[in-house]
């Protein structure tokens, strides 16, 4: 236990405001050690997050692939796919599929999944969201969302703390990047565009660009990774901000004319 910050607040507050000074100091200094002893920052807690993500990523996608009662062929392609843009080696592509099967198995644990999760990434609401859709971008392998799967995922977000408007918002924009993804086009249609940026037609210019920079700023892999994103999906959140500038810039270019 770490008692620095308790001390110091103690004898701090005592010396400013007396008595009710060195309670106050005290509870600011637990406050203080609390947070030291969960540094975000530290390599070991680092790496603590990516394992967990690494697990529960690949264990909860084999969960919802099975929720309607059987693993698809695009499900299982999906989860190929995944590893494959994360250019796993051989033994981490092995560790991935067997968390795949694990989550698939009648007697997953879903919610002691995603609370050793919530544990682990302490509230980081942008490595939570990346793990959201995630989720989704394997759900809609299939070209749809099965209510089977839209259930659990809503169940998921209810433990994660996010709120329902919240996931519906992602559901648009997830759905519209998988039909983006069908697709052989060049550019983007600008219903999509709209949908992938989470804004609607009559958005002005300056709320799209808002939501924009926004989305731009929750999926930069720099900051991902710094957060605990597993270097290995690193190119996973560099090819959601390219596509988020291709939406972006099929707007600009469409509101020109």
Not at 24 to 39: C, E, P, Q, R
Request: proline share 3%; glycine share 8%.
């Amino acid at each position: 236990m770490r008692w620095t910050g308790k001390i110091l607040g103690g004898i701090f507050g005592y010396m400013t405001f007396g008595a009710l000074g060195a309670l106050l100091g005290v509870y600011i200094g637990h406050k203080f050690d609390t947070g030291l002893a969960s540094n975000p920052f530290d390599p070991e807690h680092q790496q603590k997050i990516k394992n967990t993500f690494f697990k529960a990523s690949f264990a909860v996608m084999g969960h919802i692939a099975k929720a309607d009662g059987q693993v698809s062929k695009e499900e299982i392609q999906m989860a190929e796919r995944v590893m494959a843009q994360m250019e796993l080696s051989p033994a981490m592509k092995q560790q991935a599929m067997a968390e795949f099967n694990r989550g698939k198995q009648t007697d997953f644990d879903l919610d002691a999944e995603i609370n050793d999760f919530k544990q682990s990434c302490q509230r980081q609401k942008n490595l939570v969201r990346m793990f959201i859709e995630i989720q989704l971008q394997a759900a809609f392998a299939d070209g749809k969302l099965d209510d089977s799967e839209d259930v659990i995922l809503l169940h998921i977000c209810g433990k994660l703390g996010i709120p329902q408007f919240a996931y519906e918002q992602l559901k648009r924009m997830l759905g519209a990047s998988q039909r983006r993804g069908s697709h052989q086009q060049t550019r983007t249609t600008p219903e999509e565009s709209y949908a992938i940026l989470g804004v609607e037609e009559t958005a002005t210019d300056a709320e799209v660009k808002k939501a924009y920079r926004r989305l731009i700023s929750q999926h930069h892999p720099d900051k991902l990774v710094s957060k605990g994103l597993p270097d290995e999906m690193m190119k996973i959140a560099k090819e959601k901000t390219q596509q988020l500038t291709e939406a972006y810039d099929t707007i600009r270019e469409l509101r020109k004319n």
